[in-house]
Protein backbone atom coordinates (compact mmCIF):
# COMPACT_ATOMS: atom_id res chain seq x y z
CA UNK A 1 0.00 0.00 0.00
CA UNK A 2 1.65 3.36 -1.07
CA UNK A 3 1.85 5.97 1.84
CA UNK A 4 -0.15 9.10 2.52
CA UNK A 5 1.12 12.40 0.35
CA UNK A 6 0.18 14.07 3.15
CA UNK A 7 -0.38 13.34 7.06
CA UNK A 8 -0.87 15.41 9.95
CA UNK A 9 -0.31 13.82 12.83
CA UNK A 10 -1.48 14.91 16.75
CA UNK A 11 -2.09 18.79 15.91
CA UNK A 12 -2.48 21.22 18.49
CA UNK A 13 -3.29 25.31 18.01
CA UNK A 14 -4.46 27.47 20.29
CA UNK A 15 -5.71 30.83 19.64
CA UNK A 16 -5.59 33.37 22.85
CA UNK A 17 -5.55 30.56 25.51
CA UNK A 18 -8.31 28.61 24.14
CA UNK A 19 -7.17 25.76 22.60
CA UNK A 20 -8.69 25.04 19.34
CA UNK A 21 -7.04 21.88 17.80
CA UNK A 22 -6.05 19.28 20.27
CA UNK A 23 -4.86 16.29 18.96
CA UNK A 24 -6.71 16.35 15.26
CA UNK A 25 -5.24 14.85 12.53
CA UNK A 26 -5.36 13.58 8.36
CA UNK A 27 -4.54 11.57 6.38
CA UNK A 28 -4.61 12.13 1.94
CA UNK A 29 -3.40 9.49 0.32
CA UNK A 30 -3.45 9.24 -3.84
CA UNK A 31 -7.41 9.70 -6.00
CA UNK A 32 -8.65 10.55 -1.72
CA UNK A 33 -12.11 12.96 -1.84
CA UNK A 34 -11.84 13.87 1.55
CA UNK A 35 -14.92 16.48 3.13
CA UNK A 36 -13.89 18.29 6.10
CA UNK A 37 -16.93 18.79 8.05
CA UNK A 38 -17.45 20.28 11.64
CA UNK A 39 -19.43 23.38 13.37
CA UNK A 40 -18.82 27.02 12.61
CA UNK A 41 -15.63 27.79 14.49
CA UNK A 42 -14.26 24.43 15.09
CA UNK A 43 -10.92 24.94 13.16
CA UNK A 44 -11.96 23.65 9.55
CA UNK A 45 -10.00 26.18 7.76
CA UNK A 46 -7.52 25.93 10.61
CA UNK A 47 -6.27 22.45 10.02
CA UNK A 48 -6.35 23.14 6.09
CA UNK A 49 -4.03 26.15 6.32
CA UNK A 50 -1.83 23.81 8.46
CA UNK A 51 -1.91 21.25 5.82
CA UNK A 52 -1.01 23.84 2.91
CA UNK A 53 1.70 24.76 5.46
CA UNK A 54 0.14 28.08 5.46
CA UNK A 55 0.47 28.46 9.90
CA UNK A 56 2.19 26.44 11.68
CA UNK A 57 0.62 24.34 14.37
CA UNK A 58 1.52 24.93 18.36
CA UNK A 59 2.88 21.00 18.64
CA UNK A 60 2.18 18.20 16.14
CA UNK A 61 3.74 16.15 13.11
CA UNK A 62 3.31 17.20 9.37
CA UNK A 63 4.72 15.49 6.20
CA UNK A 64 4.50 15.99 2.71
CA UNK A 65 5.80 13.53 0.42
CA UNK A 66 8.87 15.51 -1.45
CA UNK A 67 8.41 15.97 -5.52
CA UNK A 68 4.80 16.20 -5.13
CA UNK A 69 2.22 19.39 -5.65
CA UNK A 70 -0.06 20.66 -3.61
CA UNK A 71 -2.30 23.65 -4.40
CA UNK A 72 -4.67 25.59 -1.44
CA UNK A 73 -7.43 27.69 -2.56
CA UNK A 74 -8.53 30.31 0.88
CA UNK A 75 -11.81 31.75 1.17
CA UNK A 76 -10.75 35.24 0.70
CA UNK A 77 -8.01 35.40 -2.36
CA UNK A 78 -5.32 38.04 -2.79
CA UNK A 79 -4.62 39.28 -5.81
CA UNK A 80 -3.61 42.99 -5.64
CA UNK A 81 0.38 42.36 -6.34
CA UNK A 82 -0.18 41.31 -9.92
CA UNK A 83 -1.16 43.54 -12.95
CA UNK A 84 -3.95 41.13 -14.50
CA UNK A 85 -6.04 38.31 -13.53
CA UNK A 86 -3.69 35.78 -16.38
CA UNK A 87 -0.73 37.08 -14.47
CA UNK A 88 -2.30 36.28 -11.01
CA UNK A 89 -3.04 32.51 -12.80
CA UNK A 90 -0.26 31.85 -14.59
CA UNK A 91 2.03 32.40 -11.57
CA UNK A 92 0.52 29.38 -9.59
CA UNK A 93 2.17 27.17 -12.38
CA UNK A 94 5.10 25.24 -12.27
CA UNK A 95 7.80 24.04 -14.94
CA UNK A 96 6.01 21.62 -17.05
CA UNK A 97 2.45 22.62 -17.04
CA UNK A 98 0.44 23.62 -19.52
CA UNK A 99 0.60 27.25 -20.02
CA UNK A 100 -2.71 27.68 -21.96
CA UNK A 101 -4.45 25.87 -18.93
CA UNK A 102 -4.80 28.86 -17.29
CA UNK A 103 -6.41 30.75 -19.99
CA UNK A 104 -9.08 27.93 -20.65
CA UNK A 105 -10.31 27.94 -17.10
CA UNK A 106 -10.78 31.52 -17.21
CA UNK A 107 -12.66 31.71 -20.05
CA UNK A 108 -14.89 28.93 -18.80
CA UNK A 109 -15.36 30.83 -15.75
CA UNK A 110 -16.39 34.23 -17.58
CA UNK A 111 -13.15 36.27 -17.08
CA UNK A 112 -10.56 37.34 -20.24
CA UNK A 113 -7.71 37.41 -18.09
CA UNK A 114 -7.19 40.82 -18.31
CA UNK A 115 -9.00 42.80 -16.05
CA UNK A 116 -7.34 44.94 -13.38
CA UNK A 117 -7.55 42.40 -10.02
CA UNK A 118 -8.17 45.78 -7.89
CA UNK A 119 -11.18 45.90 -9.79
CA UNK A 120 -12.67 42.62 -9.66
CA UNK A 121 -16.22 41.81 -7.58
CA UNK A 122 -15.89 39.17 -4.39
CA UNK A 123 -17.15 36.54 -6.82
CA UNK A 124 -15.04 37.66 -9.92
CA UNK A 125 -12.18 37.09 -7.34
CA UNK A 126 -13.28 33.54 -6.43
CA UNK A 127 -13.08 32.31 -9.95
CA UNK A 128 -9.58 33.82 -10.20
CA UNK A 129 -8.39 32.11 -6.98
CA UNK A 130 -10.19 28.89 -8.65
CA UNK A 131 -8.94 28.94 -12.20
CA UNK A 132 -5.07 29.26 -10.67
CA UNK A 133 -5.52 26.65 -8.00
CA UNK A 134 -6.87 24.07 -10.73
CA UNK A 135 -4.51 24.95 -13.29
CA UNK A 136 -1.27 23.20 -12.05
CA UNK A 137 -3.65 20.04 -11.39
CA UNK A 138 -1.32 19.38 -8.65
CA UNK A 139 -1.41 15.85 -6.82
CA UNK A 140 -3.06 17.49 -3.39
CA UNK A 141 -6.10 19.95 -4.05
CA UNK A 142 -7.29 21.44 -0.75
CA UNK A 143 -10.28 23.49 -1.37
CA UNK A 144 -11.53 26.11 1.38
CA UNK A 145 -14.90 26.81 0.29
CA UNK A 146 -15.00 26.71 -3.48
CA UNK A 147 -18.76 27.48 -4.05
CA UNK A 148 -18.66 30.70 -2.15
CA UNK A 149 -20.28 33.28 -4.60
CA UNK A 150 -20.24 31.07 -7.56
CA UNK A 151 -24.01 30.37 -9.04
CA UNK A 152 -25.41 27.53 -10.37
CA UNK A 153 -23.96 26.84 -13.58
CA UNK A 154 -20.50 27.46 -12.46
CA UNK A 155 -20.82 25.02 -9.16
CA UNK A 156 -22.15 21.99 -11.36
CA UNK A 157 -19.52 22.64 -14.00
CA UNK A 158 -17.00 22.92 -11.23
CA UNK A 159 -18.62 19.46 -9.74
CA UNK A 160 -17.47 17.92 -13.17
CA UNK A 161 -13.71 19.14 -13.41
CA UNK A 162 -13.10 18.50 -10.14
CA UNK A 163 -14.52 14.68 -10.58
CA UNK A 164 -12.35 14.49 -14.07
CA UNK A 165 -9.03 15.78 -11.77
CA UNK A 166 -6.08 13.27 -10.67
CA UNK A 167 -5.61 15.09 -7.50
CA UNK A 168 -6.70 14.15 -4.44
CA UNK A 169 -8.89 16.59 -2.71
CA UNK A 170 -9.37 18.05 0.73
CA UNK A 171 -12.58 20.33 0.47
CA UNK A 172 -14.69 22.31 3.46
CA UNK A 173 -17.86 23.72 2.18
CA UNK A 174 -21.61 23.85 3.41
CA UNK A 175 -22.81 23.23 0.14
CA UNK A 176 -24.72 19.57 1.08
CA UNK A 177 -25.38 18.30 -2.60
CA UNK A 178 -21.94 19.63 -3.65
CA UNK A 179 -20.32 17.30 -0.46
CA UNK A 180 -22.64 14.24 -1.29
CA UNK A 181 -21.71 13.92 -5.08
CA UNK A 182 -17.86 14.48 -4.70
CA UNK A 183 -16.94 13.22 -1.06
CA UNK A 184 -15.80 9.44 -0.59
CA UNK A 185 -14.43 9.95 2.82
CA UNK A 186 -15.33 12.30 5.72
CA UNK A 187 -13.21 14.04 8.37
CA UNK A 188 -15.39 15.68 11.34
CA UNK A 189 -13.51 18.18 13.98
CA UNK A 190 -15.57 18.05 17.12
CA UNK A 191 -14.60 19.41 19.93
CA UNK A 192 -10.70 19.42 18.85
CA UNK A 193 -10.07 15.87 18.08
CA UNK A 194 -10.66 14.51 14.26
CA UNK A 195 -12.56 11.36 13.26
CA UNK A 196 -12.55 9.57 10.03
CA UNK A 197 -15.44 7.57 8.06
CA UNK A 198 -14.41 6.06 5.40
CA UNK A 199 -17.23 6.85 3.50
CA UNK A 200 -18.81 10.23 1.56
CA UNK A 201 -20.94 12.92 3.08
CA UNK A 202 -24.66 10.85 2.26
CA UNK A 203 -23.70 9.07 5.41
CA UNK A 204 -22.25 11.76 7.86
CA UNK A 205 -25.45 12.44 9.56
CA UNK A 206 -26.22 9.14 10.42
CA UNK A 207 -22.75 8.75 11.58
CA UNK A 208 -22.74 11.31 13.47
CA UNK A 209 -25.61 11.21 15.96
CA UNK A 210 -24.12 7.69 16.28
CA UNK A 211 -21.06 9.43 17.82
CA UNK A 212 -23.67 11.21 20.12
CA UNK A 213 -25.79 8.99 21.29
CA UNK A 214 -22.81 6.58 22.39
CA UNK A 215 -21.06 9.52 24.26
CA UNK A 216 -24.00 9.93 25.71
CA UNK A 217 -24.48 6.30 26.80
CA UNK A 218 -20.74 6.57 28.43
CA UNK A 219 -21.14 9.63 30.30
CA UNK A 220 -24.40 7.70 32.00
CA UNK A 221 -21.92 4.63 32.66
CA UNK A 222 -19.65 6.88 34.17
CA UNK A 223 -21.78 8.93 36.40
CA UNK A 224 -23.20 5.09 37.41
CA UNK A 225 -19.41 4.30 38.52
CA UNK A 226 -18.99 7.14 40.52
CA UNK A 227 -22.21 6.91 42.34
CA UNK A 228 -21.07 3.48 43.10
CA UNK A 229 -17.50 4.44 44.12
CA UNK A 230 -18.96 7.13 46.07
CA UNK A 231 -21.08 4.78 47.87
CA UNK A 232 -18.55 2.27 48.12
CA UNK A 233 -16.35 5.34 50.22
CA UNK A 234 -19.40 5.91 52.81
CA UNK A 235 -20.85 2.77 53.55
CA UNK A 236 -17.85 0.02 52.43
CA UNK A 237 -16.08 -2.34 54.39
CA UNK A 238 -12.92 -1.05 55.50
CA UNK A 239 -10.23 -3.27 54.55
CA UNK A 240 -6.13 -2.74 53.90
CA UNK A 241 -5.15 1.02 53.66
CA UNK A 242 -3.58 0.42 50.20
CA UNK A 243 -6.51 -1.15 48.46
CA UNK A 244 -8.59 2.08 50.14
CA UNK A 245 -6.07 4.60 49.11
CA UNK A 246 -6.35 2.91 45.47
CA UNK A 247 -9.61 3.38 45.44
CA UNK A 248 -9.56 6.89 46.72
CA UNK A 249 -7.39 7.58 43.64
CA UNK A 250 -9.19 5.81 41.11
CA UNK A 251 -12.50 7.90 42.42
CA UNK A 252 -10.85 10.94 41.74
CA UNK A 253 -9.37 10.21 38.31
CA UNK A 254 -13.48 9.15 37.11
CA UNK A 255 -14.67 12.76 38.71
CA UNK A 256 -11.79 14.23 37.05
CA UNK A 257 -12.47 12.58 33.36
CA UNK A 258 -16.44 13.83 34.27
CA UNK A 259 -15.34 17.17 34.92
CA UNK A 260 -13.23 17.17 31.73
CA UNK A 261 -15.58 15.87 29.25
CA UNK A 262 -16.39 18.64 26.81
CA UNK A 263 -20.38 17.80 25.34
CA UNK A 264 -21.52 18.61 21.91
CA UNK A 265 -21.78 21.83 20.68
CA UNK A 266 -25.15 23.08 21.77
CA UNK A 267 -27.38 24.10 18.38
CA UNK A 268 -28.98 27.36 17.29
CA UNK A 269 -32.51 27.83 18.38
CA UNK A 270 -34.55 29.37 15.85
CA UNK A 271 -38.32 30.72 16.11
CA UNK A 272 -39.67 33.50 13.89
CA UNK A 273 -42.08 36.33 15.13
CA UNK A 274 -45.14 35.60 13.41
CA UNK A 275 -46.82 38.97 12.76
CA UNK A 276 -50.83 38.70 12.41
CA UNK A 277 -52.30 36.39 9.43
CA UNK A 278 -51.97 38.28 5.74
CA UNK A 279 -54.85 37.31 3.17
CA UNK A 280 -54.72 34.53 1.47
CA UNK A 281 -53.06 36.21 -1.71
CA UNK A 282 -49.55 37.60 -0.86
CA UNK A 283 -48.52 38.87 -3.99
CA UNK A 284 -50.01 38.63 -7.92
CA UNK A 285 -47.94 39.97 -10.94
CA UNK A 286 -49.78 40.35 -14.38
CA UNK A 287 -47.34 40.71 -17.34
CA UNK A 288 -44.39 42.26 -15.95
CA UNK A 289 -41.21 43.89 -17.50
CA UNK A 290 -38.05 45.23 -16.76
CA UNK A 291 -35.45 46.42 -19.29
CA UNK A 292 -32.30 48.35 -19.06
CA UNK A 293 -31.26 50.10 -22.08
CA UNK A 294 -31.60 47.11 -24.92
CA UNK A 295 -31.17 44.50 -22.46
CA UNK A 296 -34.34 42.65 -21.09
CA UNK A 297 -34.32 41.59 -17.57
CA UNK A 298 -38.06 39.88 -16.95
CA UNK A 299 -40.14 39.67 -20.29
CA UNK A 300 -43.80 39.16 -19.76
CA UNK A 301 -44.02 37.44 -16.55
CA UNK A 302 -46.79 36.74 -14.37
CA UNK A 303 -47.39 34.68 -11.09
CA UNK A 304 -49.70 34.21 -8.18
CA UNK A 305 -48.47 33.45 -4.61
CA UNK A 306 -50.43 32.36 -1.90
CA UNK A 307 -49.95 32.54 1.95
CA UNK A 308 -48.25 29.95 3.17
CA UNK A 309 -45.77 29.28 -0.51
CA UNK A 310 -42.03 28.95 -0.73
CA UNK A 311 -41.20 30.28 -3.65
CA UNK A 312 -37.40 29.83 -4.52
CA UNK A 313 -35.70 32.10 -7.33
CA UNK A 314 -32.92 30.95 -9.57
CA UNK A 315 -30.75 31.59 -12.24
CA UNK A 316 -26.66 32.73 -13.13
CA UNK A 317 -25.60 35.52 -11.58
CA UNK A 318 -26.57 38.34 -13.63
CA UNK A 319 -30.06 37.41 -14.87
CA UNK A 320 -31.56 39.34 -13.02
CA UNK A 321 -33.29 37.68 -9.76
CA UNK A 322 -32.81 40.76 -7.29
CA UNK A 323 -34.80 42.72 -9.50
CA UNK A 324 -37.68 40.15 -10.02
CA UNK A 325 -37.94 40.02 -6.48
CA UNK A 326 -37.68 44.05 -5.93
CA UNK A 327 -40.88 44.34 -8.35
CA UNK A 328 -42.92 41.32 -6.64
CA UNK A 329 -42.19 42.83 -3.44
CA UNK A 330 -42.79 46.52 -4.58
CA UNK A 331 -39.22 47.98 -3.76
CA UNK A 332 -38.94 48.65 -7.83
CA UNK A 333 -41.89 49.35 -10.36
CA UNK A 334 -42.21 47.09 -13.87
CA UNK A 335 -42.11 49.19 -17.35
CA UNK A 336 -45.13 47.80 -18.32
CA UNK A 337 -47.77 45.05 -16.49
CA UNK A 338 -48.91 45.31 -12.47
CA UNK A 339 -47.79 43.93 -9.53
CA UNK A 340 -50.63 43.74 -6.47
CA UNK A 341 -49.63 42.82 -2.89
CA UNK A 342 -52.28 41.37 -0.38
CA UNK A 343 -53.33 42.87 2.32
CA UNK A 344 -51.98 42.87 5.97
CA UNK A 345 -48.30 42.00 4.86
CA UNK A 346 -45.24 42.87 7.11
CA UNK A 347 -42.35 41.81 5.46
CA UNK A 348 -38.50 41.24 6.85
CA UNK A 349 -35.63 40.80 4.43
CA UNK A 350 -32.29 39.24 4.72
CA UNK A 351 -29.68 40.53 2.47
CA UNK A 352 -26.86 38.16 1.51
CA UNK A 353 -24.34 40.96 1.67
CA UNK A 354 -24.53 41.48 4.82
CA UNK A 355 -24.62 45.23 3.84
CA UNK A 356 -26.85 46.30 6.65
CA UNK A 357 -24.75 45.65 9.16
CA UNK A 358 -22.65 48.60 10.47
CA UNK A 359 -19.74 46.99 10.97
CA UNK A 360 -19.02 49.56 14.24
CA UNK A 361 -22.30 48.80 16.23
CA UNK A 362 -21.95 45.58 18.44
CA UNK A 363 -23.44 42.87 18.34
CA UNK A 364 -26.04 43.56 21.34
CA UNK A 365 -27.23 46.67 19.56
CA UNK A 366 -27.55 45.03 16.05
CA UNK A 367 -29.80 42.09 18.30
CA UNK A 368 -31.87 45.19 20.25
CA UNK A 369 -31.82 47.77 17.74
CA UNK A 370 -29.96 49.75 20.11
CA UNK A 371 -33.00 49.63 22.76
CA UNK A 372 -32.01 49.03 25.48
CA UNK A 373 -31.28 45.35 26.39
CA UNK A 374 -34.10 42.90 25.62
CA UNK A 375 -35.89 41.50 22.42
CA UNK A 376 -39.13 40.62 22.13
CA UNK A 377 -39.50 37.49 20.06
CA UNK A 378 -42.92 36.06 19.64
CA UNK A 379 -45.02 37.11 22.41
CA UNK A 380 -41.77 36.50 24.86
CA UNK A 381 -39.33 39.33 26.13
CA UNK A 382 -35.72 38.08 26.42
CA UNK A 383 -33.03 39.38 27.67
CA UNK A 384 -30.43 40.17 24.84
CA UNK A 385 -27.56 37.86 26.15
CA UNK A 386 -30.53 34.96 26.33
CA UNK A 387 -31.41 35.57 22.96
CA UNK A 388 -27.45 35.75 21.64
CA UNK A 389 -26.76 32.25 23.55
CA UNK A 390 -29.98 30.86 21.34
CA UNK A 391 -27.59 31.55 18.12
CA UNK A 392 -24.84 30.08 20.04
CA UNK A 393 -22.88 33.34 20.42
CA UNK A 394 -21.09 34.18 23.87
CA UNK A 395 -22.02 36.28 26.60
CA UNK A 396 -18.38 37.97 26.41
CA UNK A 397 -19.53 38.90 22.66
CA UNK A 398 -22.21 41.45 23.47
CA UNK A 399 -20.12 44.53 23.38
CA UNK A 400 -18.19 42.88 19.76
CA UNK A 401 -18.35 45.01 17.13
CA UNK A 402 -20.00 43.35 14.36
CA UNK A 403 -17.35 44.11 11.62
CA UNK A 404 -14.47 41.91 13.69
CA UNK A 405 -17.09 38.54 13.48
CA UNK A 406 -16.54 35.89 11.25
CA UNK A 407 -18.48 35.07 8.32
CA UNK A 408 -20.72 32.61 9.66
CA UNK A 409 -21.27 34.77 12.95
CA UNK A 410 -22.48 37.57 10.67
CA UNK A 411 -24.69 35.11 9.29
CA UNK A 412 -26.11 34.10 12.21
CA UNK A 413 -26.65 37.59 13.59
CA UNK A 414 -27.82 38.85 10.43
CA UNK A 415 -30.52 36.11 11.08
CA UNK A 416 -31.23 36.49 14.53
CA UNK A 417 -32.00 40.25 13.95
CA UNK A 418 -34.46 38.69 11.25
CA UNK A 419 -36.04 36.36 13.17
CA UNK A 420 -36.84 39.00 16.13
CA UNK A 421 -39.16 41.33 13.60
CA UNK A 422 -42.63 40.41 13.35
CA UNK A 423 -43.36 39.13 9.72
CA UNK A 424 -45.65 37.58 7.62
CA UNK A 425 -43.46 37.45 4.15
CA UNK A 426 -39.57 36.78 4.70
CA UNK A 427 -37.56 38.09 1.43
CA UNK A 428 -34.06 35.69 2.22
CA UNK A 429 -31.38 36.54 -0.28
CA UNK A 430 -28.43 33.91 -0.04
CA UNK A 431 -29.70 32.87 3.18
CA UNK A 432 -27.22 29.58 3.36
CA UNK A 433 -24.13 32.11 3.03
CA UNK A 434 -21.97 30.65 6.05
CA UNK A 435 -24.27 28.86 7.73
CA UNK A 436 -23.24 25.38 9.50
CA UNK A 437 -25.22 22.15 8.37
CA UNK A 438 -26.39 21.97 12.04
CA UNK A 439 -28.11 25.73 11.80
CA UNK A 440 -28.98 25.55 7.78
CA UNK A 441 -31.18 21.98 9.29
CA UNK A 442 -33.11 24.71 11.55
CA UNK A 443 -33.24 27.01 9.14
CA UNK A 444 -35.05 25.04 7.19
CA UNK A 445 -37.59 23.56 10.07
CA UNK A 446 -38.52 26.75 10.84
CA UNK A 447 -39.32 27.76 7.35
CA UNK A 448 -41.21 24.50 6.91
CA UNK A 449 -43.09 26.00 10.44
CA UNK A 450 -43.17 29.33 9.40
CA UNK A 451 -47.20 30.50 8.89
CA UNK A 452 -46.51 33.42 6.30
CA UNK A 453 -44.84 32.92 2.96
CA UNK A 454 -41.15 33.21 1.71
CA UNK A 455 -39.43 34.43 -1.31
CA UNK A 456 -36.47 32.85 -1.29
CA UNK A 457 -33.00 33.49 -3.71
CA UNK A 458 -30.49 30.51 -3.39
CA UNK A 459 -27.89 28.71 -5.22
CA UNK A 460 -27.42 25.68 -2.98
CA UNK A 461 -29.81 22.89 -4.84
CA UNK A 462 -30.19 21.16 -1.79
CA UNK A 463 -31.64 23.93 0.67
CA UNK A 464 -34.73 24.43 -2.16
CA UNK A 465 -34.96 20.86 -2.69
CA UNK A 466 -36.12 20.62 1.23
CA UNK A 467 -37.76 24.11 1.78
CA UNK A 468 -39.31 25.18 -1.99
CA UNK A 469 -42.65 24.90 -2.66
CA UNK A 470 -42.24 25.46 -6.70
CA UNK A 471 -39.02 27.15 -8.34
CA UNK A 472 -39.07 30.26 -10.57
CA UNK A 473 -36.10 30.08 -12.74
CA UNK A 474 -33.98 32.34 -15.24
CA UNK A 475 -34.54 30.88 -19.27
CA UNK A 476 -32.66 33.56 -20.72
CA UNK A 477 -33.21 36.88 -22.55
CA UNK A 478 -35.67 38.43 -19.89
CA UNK A 479 -37.39 35.11 -19.56
CA UNK A 480 -38.67 33.17 -16.27
CA UNK A 481 -40.66 30.05 -15.98
CA UNK A 482 -42.17 28.88 -12.82
CA UNK A 483 -41.92 25.16 -11.97
CA UNK A 484 -43.95 23.11 -9.20
CA UNK A 485 -41.28 21.68 -6.32
CA UNK A 486 -37.79 22.16 -5.77
CA UNK A 487 -35.08 22.22 -7.90
CA UNK A 488 -34.63 18.44 -8.15
CA UNK A 489 -39.01 18.91 -9.96
CA UNK A 490 -37.58 21.63 -11.79
CA UNK A 491 -34.75 19.42 -13.53
CA UNK A 492 -37.25 16.76 -13.85
CA UNK A 493 -39.45 18.86 -15.36
CA UNK A 494 -37.52 21.31 -17.52
CA UNK A 495 -34.98 18.96 -18.44
CA UNK A 496 -32.05 20.91 -17.96
CA UNK A 497 -30.51 22.76 -15.28
CA UNK A 498 -29.73 26.56 -15.19
CA UNK A 499 -27.68 27.29 -17.64
CA UNK A 500 -24.50 30.29 -17.69
CA UNK A 501 -25.62 33.85 -19.03
CA UNK A 502 -23.66 34.63 -22.27
CA UNK A 503 -21.49 37.10 -21.63
CA UNK A 504 -20.29 39.40 -24.80
CA UNK A 505 -16.54 39.57 -25.07
CA UNK A 506 -15.37 43.28 -24.32
CA UNK A 507 -13.80 45.30 -27.08
CA UNK A 508 -10.19 44.56 -27.54
CA UNK A 509 -9.55 48.35 -27.31
CA UNK A 510 -10.24 50.94 -24.35
CA UNK A 511 -12.98 53.09 -25.16
CA UNK A 512 -13.64 56.53 -23.48
CA UNK A 513 -16.62 54.65 -21.39
CA UNK A 514 -13.78 52.16 -19.45
CA UNK A 515 -12.53 54.21 -17.07
CA UNK A 516 -15.84 54.85 -15.65
CA UNK A 517 -16.68 51.37 -15.77
CA UNK A 518 -13.45 50.56 -14.16
CA UNK A 519 -14.25 52.87 -11.10
CA UNK A 520 -17.32 51.89 -10.72
CA UNK A 521 -16.28 48.18 -10.76
CA UNK A 522 -13.39 49.23 -8.18
CA UNK A 523 -16.15 50.82 -5.62
CA UNK A 524 -17.71 47.43 -5.44
CA UNK A 525 -14.69 45.15 -5.47
CA UNK A 526 -14.05 43.03 -2.26
CA UNK A 527 -12.09 44.61 0.13
CA UNK A 528 -8.46 43.61 -0.26
CA UNK A 529 -6.83 44.88 3.08
CA UNK A 530 -8.03 45.42 6.74
CA UNK A 531 -11.08 48.09 7.20
CA UNK A 532 -10.70 50.91 9.07
CA UNK A 533 -12.42 49.15 12.37
CA UNK A 534 -9.65 46.06 11.98
CA UNK A 535 -6.78 48.70 11.54
CA UNK A 536 -8.04 50.63 14.86
CA UNK A 537 -8.18 47.35 16.55
CA UNK A 538 -5.30 45.99 15.82
CA UNK A 539 -3.13 48.97 16.91
CA UNK A 540 -5.76 49.37 20.49
CA UNK A 541 -5.89 45.96 21.63
CA UNK A 542 -2.34 45.49 22.64
CA UNK A 543 -2.93 48.87 24.80
CA UNK A 544 -6.19 47.50 25.95
CA UNK A 545 -4.90 43.79 26.83
CA UNK A 546 -1.76 45.79 28.83
CA UNK A 547 -4.60 47.36 30.95
CA UNK A 548 -6.65 44.20 31.51
CA UNK A 549 -3.23 42.52 32.97
CA UNK A 550 -2.71 45.53 35.00
CA UNK A 551 -6.41 45.81 36.68
CA UNK A 552 -5.64 41.53 36.47
CA UNK A 553 -3.28 41.93 38.86
CA UNK A 554 -4.05 44.40 41.66
CA UNK A 555 -6.82 42.44 41.88
CA UNK A 556 -4.74 39.03 42.41
CA UNK A 557 -2.58 41.27 44.88
CA UNK A 558 -5.90 42.18 46.98
CA UNK A 559 -7.33 38.49 46.62
CA UNK A 560 -3.74 37.20 48.17
CA UNK A 561 -4.30 38.75 51.28
CA UNK A 562 -5.16 35.50 53.35
CA UNK A 563 -7.85 36.76 55.80
CA UNK A 564 -10.15 38.75 53.04
CA UNK A 565 -12.48 35.59 53.31
CA UNK A 566 -13.22 35.77 56.80
CA UNK A 567 -13.21 39.74 57.60
CA UNK A 568 -14.68 40.50 54.63
CA UNK A 569 -16.90 37.50 52.49
CA UNK A 570 -18.71 40.57 50.52
CA UNK A 571 -15.26 41.44 49.03
CA UNK A 572 -13.48 38.16 48.43
CA UNK A 573 -17.13 37.69 46.20
CA UNK A 574 -17.00 40.92 44.27
CA UNK A 575 -13.13 40.15 43.65
CA UNK A 576 -13.63 36.63 42.78
CA UNK A 577 -16.37 37.80 39.98
CA UNK A 578 -14.11 40.56 38.62
CA UNK A 579 -11.34 38.44 38.29
CA UNK A 580 -13.13 36.08 36.01
CA UNK A 581 -15.24 38.85 34.02
CA UNK A 582 -11.44 40.72 33.23
CA UNK A 583 -9.75 37.10 32.84
CA UNK A 584 -12.82 36.65 29.77
CA UNK A 585 -12.30 39.80 29.01
CA UNK A 586 -8.64 39.85 28.21
CA UNK A 587 -8.77 35.62 26.59
CA UNK A 588 -11.29 37.91 23.84
CA UNK A 589 -8.72 40.54 23.30
CA UNK A 590 -5.76 38.79 22.99
CA UNK A 591 -7.95 35.96 20.77
CA UNK A 592 -9.20 38.98 18.36
CA UNK A 593 -5.69 40.49 18.43
CA UNK A 594 -4.03 37.14 17.09
CA UNK A 595 -6.93 36.75 14.73
CA UNK A 596 -6.16 40.09 12.91
CA UNK A 597 -2.69 39.92 13.02
CA UNK A 598 -3.11 36.51 11.47
CA UNK A 599 -5.20 37.93 8.74
CA UNK A 600 -3.03 40.88 8.56
CA UNK A 601 -0.17 38.40 7.73
CA UNK A 602 -2.48 36.43 5.17
CA UNK A 603 -3.14 40.01 3.12
CA UNK A 604 0.85 41.31 2.88
CA UNK A 605 1.90 37.76 2.07
Known sequence: MAPPLLTLRDIHLTFGGTPLLTGAELSVSEGDRICLVGRNGSGKSTLLKIAAGQIEADSGERFFQPGRTIRYLPQEPDLTAYKTVLDYVNEGLAPGDDPYRGQYLLDVLGLTGNEDPKALSGGEARRAALARTLAPEPDVLLLDEPTNHLDLPAIEWLEEELKGLKSAIVLISHDRRFLENLSRATVWIDRGISRRLDKGFAHFEAWRDEVFEQEEIDQQKLAQKIKREEHWMTYGVTARRKRNMRRVRELADLRQQKREHRGPQGTAKLAATDAEVSGKLVIEAKGISKSYGERAIVKDFSTRIQRGDRIGLVGPNGAGKTTLLKMLTGELAPDTGSVRLGTNL????????????????????????????????????????????????????????????????????????????????????????????????????????????????????????????????????????????????????????????????????????????????????????????????????????????????????????????????????????????????????????????????????
Do not use: C
Open 346 to 605: EMVTLDQKREHLNPNDTLSSVLTGGRGDTVVVGNETKHVIGYMKDFLFSPEQARTPVGVLSGGERARAMLARALAAKSNLMVLDEPTNDLDLETLDLLQELLADYQGTALIVSHDRDFLDRVATSVIVSEGNGKWQEYAGGYSDMLSQRGEGVTARKMEKPAPKKTREEPAAAEKSAKSSAKSKLSFTQQHLLKTLPQTIEALESKLDQLQQDMNDPALYTKNPDKFAKLSAQITELTAEKDSAEEQWLELEMLKEEMEG
